[in-house]
């Protein structure tokens, strides 16, 4: 079935939604979160977690050219929140090196709260990735929004380990630079 | 704004972005093999393996052939996202890009100058310093593998040493034949160790003392096509054979032979397959079985863990007390700083004393030197919690 027609099932209250929901798309939502948490039973219940926020959240969102996105973006926030909250999981040292690595991007990094609003940093963010070639892009979001590990990369990508550390530094040193020339102090 | 808020604020990319970085692709390296033996799966294992998962109070694991006892601590390690700054790269890593009649090569091992062969001339090898965007150039000796064809792999001589220099591009050989004359790989690779899997379940750890019959059973199947890289799903019974080789610049990869009659190799970078039948592969499997003799597992590398306790101009000393079940058993060992890979994380990185830190080596521990650990390439700083140790990736 497609995206728009699965969400109008949400939008009718259906509950078959979540039931075509999973069949489509639970494997690569339990993925995604198995690769944030490393548990297996975690993961699982993340993407369980994941359908009630769709159904919560679906209307008023509509999603339907873009329901992947939108459900995975919902298991990574579930995910995220995972490690911090659960030390079992012992992941809140990764979190922390990828919190290190993003806080390179920051021109004056403090502890203030945000001063820029979620549209503005929007279009920023998605300003600086559609400067950078398909390849970089992919790697960048790999890294940060799917938070794979470096070995993972380098296998999705056919490059050595060294090559995805490089690009990082690179695409990290420009959004730095990008958000400074756009004169953003965030 | 801090680094964890920028970090939760990339759920603003656009949707569009995310799924194409989502798309499944074609040649990949390896990727979606899972290698059931000796492969990178395991490269945690003789720490982290023997202890994620054991039983409180206590653990009895070997480190590097020393039985240590400690608390119930689970470790993960993975690499640091770090870019060196230019001087504190290795040679090897300064210097990683030749090209050679229109080839792309990429450094990789070190080789014994024993390996070498014909000089091919000088070449320009070339690098490139991420901190200040400046590309770094300089002429180097360019020499033939001993039985290797130079459309495959070739040497540098960098510094006096030599590394192998593999190609870039994505060429696999046509057939088993072609990978076998290319690499001269009888004479270059042994087939002694293995475990047997079924599926991606190792069911037991052997050697063999000749593999002798296994390449004559390789060599009748010369023509086995090469039938692509992309491997889904078991295998069912298969043998997975450590292939380690100087001359080919390759540690602890994987050779593998199924009994639905492929061979699925990781040796050089990319996922090769072959078909040489159900046949020819019970052949080597009905030799394997008959002929082996039982081996310890061998793990991809050893790490120990502890605190870093002092920083000599020669060496750091790390304490594992904190990880043993009796305070009163903690050992130190003695890491030198002689190489790079090491001291740049106490002088660029920052790793100090009192830091946790995770270390990672090949060799053994000379208990008589002082618990000297040989083989060391990688030290990680790590974080206590309660509930042990864990490196951020």
């Not at chain 1, 690569?28 to 944030?36: C, F, Q, T, V, W």
């Not at chain 2, 994505?170 to 087939?191: A, H, R």
């Not at chain 2, 080919?248 to 072959?274: P, Q």
């Amino acid at each position: 079935m497609d995206d728009s027609k699965i969400v109008e099932l949400y939008l009718c209250r259906d509950e078959t939604a979540v039931k075509i929901t999973s069949e489509k798309y639970g494997s690569r939502l339990r993925s995604l979160a198995y690769g944030i948490i490393n548990d297996r039973q975690t993961a699982e219940e993340c993407e369980n977690d994941t359908y009630m926020e769709a159904w919560r959240t679906i209307p008023p969102h509509e999603p339907k050219s873009y329901l992947y996105a939108f459900l995975a973006r919902i298991t990574r926030h579930i995910s995220l929140n995972c490690c911090r909250n659960r030390s079992r999981l012992k992941r809140s040292a990764f979190i922390q090196e990828l919190s290190a690595e993003m806080e390179q991007c920051i021109p004056a990094p403090d502890d203030v709260e945000c001063r820029i609003d979620d549209m503005a940093l929007s279009e920023l963010i998605n300003g600086f990735l559609s400067t950078l070639n398909e390849e970089k892009r992919n790697i960048f979001i790999r890294r940060y929004w799917y938070l794979n590990s470096i070995a993972d990369i380098a296998k999705r990508f056919a490059m050595s380990e060294s090559k995805v550390k490089t690009t990082l530094f690179r695409c990290r040193s420009r959004l730095r630079e990008h958000l400074i020339k756009e004169g953003y102090t965030i | 704004m801090r680094g964890n808020m920028l970090l939760e604020k990339m759920t603003l990319i656009d949707p569009a972005y995310v799924e194409a970085a989502d798309a499944i692709l074609k040649k990949n390296k390896s990727t979606r093999i899972k290698w059931a033996a000796a492969a990178a799966c395991l490269a945690l294992a003789a720490f982290a393996g023997s202890i994620i998962g054991q039983t409180p109070p206590s653990s009895r694991i070997s480190i590097g052939g020393i039985i240590r006892k400690y608390k119930n601590v689970s470790v993960t390690e993975n690499l640091l996202a770090i870019e060196w700054p230019w001087e504190y790269k290795t040679i090897s890593e300064q210097y990683t890009t030749l090209i050679l009649d229109g080839k792309e090569f990429l450094s990789g091992r070190s080789v014994d100058a024993s390996r070498i062969a014909d000089n091919l001339g000088r070449y320009d090898v070339t690098g490139f310093d991420t901190y200040t965007g400046q590309e770094h150039r300089m002429t180097a000796e360019v020499y033939r593998i001993a039985g290797i064809s130079q459309d495959r792999l070739v040497a540098v001589k960098l510094d006096g040493e030599f590394y192998v220099f593999s190609r870039n591009e994505y060429v696999p050989p046509k057939n088993l034949g072609e990978m076998l004359d290319d690499y001269s790989l009888e004479q270059n690779l042994s087939l002694e160790r293995f475990s047997e899997c079924d599926g991606y379940k190792e069911t037991g750890f052997y050697r063999l003392n000749d593999d002798a019959y296994i390449w004559q059973v390789l060599n009748t199947c010369r023509s086995a096509e090469f039938t692509g890289d992309d491997i889904l799903g078991e295998d069912g019974r298969n043998l997975s054979f450590t292939a380690t080789s100087d001359a080919l610049g390759i540690y602890k990869r994987v050779f593998c032979v199924t009994e639905d009659g492929y061979i699925k190799t990781n040796l050089f970078d990319y996922a090769y397959i072959f078909h040489i039948g159900s046949t020819a592969a019970e052949q080597i499997l009905s030799y394997a079985a008959e002929n082996r003799i039982e081996a310890a597992p061998e793990p991809y590398m050893s790490s120990l863990a502890g605190i870093l306790t002092e920083i000599t101009d020669e060496y750091i000393l790390v304490d594992d007390t904190v990880l043993c079940a009796d305070e009163k058993d903690g050992m130190r060992f003695k890491i030198y700083l002689d190489d790079l890979r090491i001291s740049r994380h106490i002088d660029f990185e920052g790793i100090t004393v009192g830091d946790v830190v995770v270390v990672s080596f090949t060799g053994s521990i000379d208990v008589e030197a002082g618990n000297a650990v040989e083989g060391v390439y990688s030290l990680s700083r790590g974080f206590l919690s309660e509930d042990g140790i864990s490196v951020p990736e």
